[in-house]
Each structure stands twice: as C-alpha cells, then as structure tokens.
C-alpha cells in the first residue's frame, strides 16, 4: 500500500488532486468492458475520454451510465484500476451507480437490464411487508454489485410516496413513514453489512415526496417540493433512522422548498447550510460523504440521444456555476454529483468562495470511504471475501445470478404480489388463454394461446400504470400526469372483461385509478416488477400473491388533485388502503 492512512495520502494531495476527488463524473463503459477514450464528440453520450478524467483531472469516483452486461462491467473495472494505479498518488476508483436490479430503465434513475438477478422495483420490497426478506434480498444484490466492482450505490430513496402523481414512486418504500422507515433500514443493513459491503446512498434529503403536483424535480416546473400540511419532519424521519444507521451517504434533492416550517429560503436543498450543516451535519450527526444531485452546477448536452439536460439548481439559475460551488461547499456538501470538471473548484477557491482547509475536510471523507470500503487493497486480493483471488472478470461469473441468487429473486418476486379482488382463476392444459403483455411460449406452459378474446375461455392482461405521454425523450422516461385510464383504453379492457372472465395484473409504477376493475376482473392483481412466470403463478394459485400495498390507490383524479403533497393517506375515499392485500392459499400441488 503506498500510504499508511487517509490522512498521510491527504498531505501528499496537491490542491489540483484534491478538486480531482471532489468531481463524480459520468463514464460510459466501452465495447467489451474496454475504456472509453474516443473524443467527446464521438462518445453516444458525450463523456470525457476514460483517462484522461483518472489521469488528466485526477478523478476518483466514476458513475456507470450504460447497461453493458455483467461480464463487460467487471473487465471494465479492472481496466479502471489498472488506469488509475498508473497516477503518480495511484488513489484508487470508487464506482458509483444508480439500481441494477430492477425492471424500471432510466438513464437519469436506474440502469436495470445487465444481467443481474431480476427483482421487483423498491416499493415491491416494501409490498412484501417482510424485513427478513428485505434484508436478505439487499444483500443479496450487494454481493452482486460488489462482484462485477460497483462500490457505491446511488440508492435507496428514503423519499415517502405522499403524492401519487410523482414519477419517483417506484423508488420509495411507499406511503407509511413507519413501515418506509423499517423497509429502509432493512436494506440498508444488507446492502452496507458484512455480505454486501457496498455503500449505501439515502435520497433525496430532507426529503422528495412532496413535489408540487408530482412534477419531478429534474425539469423545472417541477423545482419545488411544498408543504400543504405542515409534514416536513415527518419527510425527514427516514433520513434521520438511516444516518442513526450508519449510511454511508446523503444526497440532497434538486427541489428547493416552499412552505416549510423552517422558512427556509427558495433555493435547492443542497444549497442550504441550514439543513445540510444545520440538520444533517449537527442535529443528527452525520459525517459520511454528502453528495449532489446530478447537473446541479452545471448543464449538459448528450448529442447523439438528442438530450440537452439542463442545469438544475433551482432558485439560484442567475448564479454562476463558480458561485454556486461555493455556496455547496459553504452549506456543507463534499462531491458535485455529474461534474467532471475540477477547474470549477479551483476556480472558487481562487476567488475566495472555498478555502483549501474546507477542501481539505471532504476530500478526508471520501478518502475514508474509501478505506471502509476496501479500496486501498489490492484489485487481485481476495475482493469478495470467499478465498478467491485473481480479477474481477475471472470471479464475476460465479457471484452473479446463481442458482441460489436467481431463488432469492423468485422468492422476492412471489412475495410481492398483490392481490386486489377476485380469486385465482382454474387453468388446465387445454384451456384456451388469450394474453396481453406476457411471452407466449409462458403462457402455453398454462393452456393454448388464442389471438383473440372471442377465442378466449380465460384473458390475461398485464398492464401498465397510466401515465401522460411526452414526445421530449428525456422527459418520456419520467411518468407522470394523470393516474387513470384514458377513456377509449378503459372502456376496451371493461369490453375484454365483460366478454370472458379476466385476471388484470397493472404494474404500479405509480398508484394508479383501477376503479371499475374489481367489479369487473376475476382477478385483481399489482405488480412492481416480476417475470411472467410469478404473475402466472400467482394468478393461477400456484403461489398465495401473499403482498399488501405499500400506497393506498385513490378512486379518482380529482381526490388525487384535491389532496396534500407532504400529506400521508390525503386522497378522500381511496378505493383500496394501505396494506390491503387478499393472499389465498397456494392449490394443492401447484406451488411450483
């Protein structure tokens, strides 16, 4: 090891080296798990060649924004060390990255799709009403992080789901800020614990939930999180069980407040001192790694998706990016989040914004994050814990989707599924199945598939959550706008309904309108992401769909409009409440 300590490895950092580790910039993983090290133009995403940002720029935290493949991600880090080792001080890389394992796909939110066991979104974990099970399935896909070298994860959301309209539902563990809190420390523990090892990061503090008419905060119309009922400390109670947890991180959310208690001023939550030095860092004692939201200093262009993303630091977009570093670091945060370049930090401190000795106290953060996490160590020591040795690449194969880890996912899976109304539906071998949304070659494993309902003993319609579309394609991967059926797709499920007996699984990315359907569905089910198989099975009774909602669903748009953001439960007469949720007992035989 080249340095005995952080500490030792700090005294050695020139002041260029130290801006280098406060920068978390995007990286993009090349063909085959090879580094990126085409020009900026060329990039799909317009990323700085590879290493020049580890060389070049001295930066040590890379976030991963592509879904390469499991086998690609662990040559990839490898080829990242073997760079980094190669700067003079050789400080080694923290890979950082947003959720892996479940069904949602966004490049802003989530990367799932690598190859890594298949599980529900995160509210489907709190559908589960099951710490144990929690617990045992965040450690699970911290094994799996930690073998292909993701160090950081860029979750979970402490957010509480308070407004249905919010993009960011399927993020959350729901609507209850008790049974939120439980769900959160749960994974937390498995994730950071002793089969993980993976730093955890809680967002979006003090806390998103309330977005003003559940515009997400990443585009600005959405740029204020509002208080309607007074509920600000209710927000901050799983931010303040996490850090009593030991998080190893806080992210600030974009939004900047209105109507707090705290009269806080109307400017993005990581520019506050009040909260992030006042709350976070005094009140409840946190000293880990505070970490910005993405694009909050500075805007970005991604030419060949046609994407512009703009700066996001609401309140102060009239304040020059160098202003604005200075204002993050005085209010108390450690790394901008998606900024690759140092020269902004430099430049702060040039002009009196930033001292180094400030500099100096973040940089001692992250550098002991680093040690916690191992990272001092050599890449070939024994990373998993399991008497391997050799590279990441060699061993990645062994610690992801295995057997036993695929178990896992379908146990999580099963145990996730709601129940609404109605009952599980009989099948045999000859009954003719028309489907919606389901693989063909699932559903002939149940009966025949037929191409139409008229043909149909049995129709099954797997569904998504109503969302207004949007023809911006950055905007399109945030769904939002109204939560019911359009009226022509309404009344052609109600006709499949009406004709042949229907089980209708809706995928509650947010908590959707489904009032009519329970009157009209043998079965009734909610899904937060699993395989055809589990919906089959749950369907047909071969598993009990043992879940319970973590959001109470409203009736109608217009409780929805007429509720309180911050405000738990507000919807008048929701069709069905949290915790609803039938179960049945699995038929004899059919468990599979």
């Known amino acids: 090891m080249p340095f005995a300590t952080p500490e030792t490895l700090l005294a050695q950092m020139t002041i260029e080296e130290k801006a280098g580790a406060l920068c978390v910039a995007r990286a993009v993983v090349g063909e085959g798990g090879t580094l990126w090290e085409g020009t900026d133009a060329e990039s799909p995403f317009g990323f700085a060649p590879t290493s020049e940002l580890l060389l070049d720029r001295s930066i040590s935290h890379l976030t991963i924004m592509n879904a390469p493949g499991v086998a690609a991600l662990a040559s990839w880090r490898d080829a990242i060390d073997a760079r980094a080792a190669e700067h003079c001080l050789g400080v080694p890389v ?28 995160p509210i489907g974990l709190a559908a589960m009403f099951d710490p144990e099970l929690v617990e045992e399935a965040a450690a699970m896909m911290a094994r799996e992080l930690h073998a292909v070298g993701i160090d950081v994860a860029l979750h979970p959301m402490a957010d509480l789901a308070t407004e249905p309209r919010w993009a960011r539902v399927a993020g959350t563990f729901g609507e209850d800020a008790a049974h939120a809190t439980e769900t959160l420390a749960r994974y937390i523990r498995g994730m950071q614990g002793p089969d993980g090892g993976v730093a955890c990061t809680v967002k979006h503090f003090p806390g998103g939930g309330p977005q003003r008419r559940g515009v997400d905060a990443h585009f600005e119309r959405g740029a204020n999180t509002v208080y309607p009922g007074g509920r600000f400390d209710d927000h901050l109670a799983p931010f303040a069980a996490a850090v009593e947890l030991g998080v190893a991180r806080v992210m600030p959310g974009y939004a900047a407040p209105i ?8 400017v993005g939550f990581a520019f506050q001192r009040e909260l992030i030095t006042g709350i976070l860092r005094e009140r409840l004692g946190f000293d880990g790694v505070v970490i910005t939201d993405f694009n909050i200093v500075t805007g970005m262009r991604l030419p060949r998706l046609g994407i512009e993303l703009p700066v996001r630091a609401w309140g102060l977009l009239d304040v020059p990016p160098v202003e604005r570093v200075g204002r993050l670091f005085d209010a108390g945060v450690d790394q ?10 430099l430049r702060a401190v040039e002009a009196g914004l930033v001292t180094e000795a400030r500099l100096d106290e973040s940089v001692l953060r992250v550098l002991r994050e680093k040690e916690r996490l191992g990272l001092f160590e050599s890449a070939n020591d024994d990373a998993d814990g399991d008497g391997e040795r050799g590279t990441r690449a060699e061993r990645a194969s062994g610690h992801v989707a295995t057997r036993e880890h695929l178990a896992v996912a379908v146990r999580v899976q099963a145990a996730s599924v709601v129940a609404l109304s109605g009952s599980p539906v009989t099948v045999s071998p000859g009954s003719r199945i028309y489907s919606e949304g389901i693989d063909l070659d699932v559903v002939s494993r149940y009966g025949i598939p037929v191409a139409s309902p008229a043909d149909a003993e049995l129709a099954v319609l797997r569904l998504e959550a109503p969302f207004d579309a949007s023809d911006d394609p950055f905007e399109a991967a945030f769904h939002s706008g109204s939560l019911e059926f359009p ?27 489904l009032t009519g359907l329970p009157e009209r569905t043998a079965a009734l089910l909610a899904t937060f992401g699993v395989s055809d198989e589990v919906l089959m099975d749950a369907a047909t009774g071969r598993v009990a769909a ?14 929805v409009e007429t509720s309180r953001e911050d405000v738990p439960f507000d919807t008048v007469d929701p069709l069905f409440r949290f915790g609803h949720g039938l179960g049945w007992t699995p038929r004899e035989g059919g468990t599979r």
Do not use: K, W, Y
Request: aromatic share 4%; proline share 13%; glycine share 10%.
């Open 546 to 559: 043992p879940g319970r909602l973590p959001v109470d669903l409203p009736r109608s748009m217009a409780a």
């Open 336 to 345: 901008l989040g998606g900024e690759d370049d140092p020269g902004l930090i």
């Open 94 to 121: 923290s890979v950082l990255s947003d959720p892996r394992h479940g069904r949602v796909h966004n490049a802003s939110t989530s990367q799932s799709g690598d190859g890594f066991s298949p599980m529900p979104e």
């Open 259 to 266: 109507g707090a208690a705290r009269e806080l001023p109307p």
């Open 487 to 513: 009226s022509a797709e309404r009344e052609r499920i109600f006709a499949i309904c009406d004709r042949v007996p229907t089980v209708v699984d809706v995928f509650l990315d947010r908590p959707a309108v």
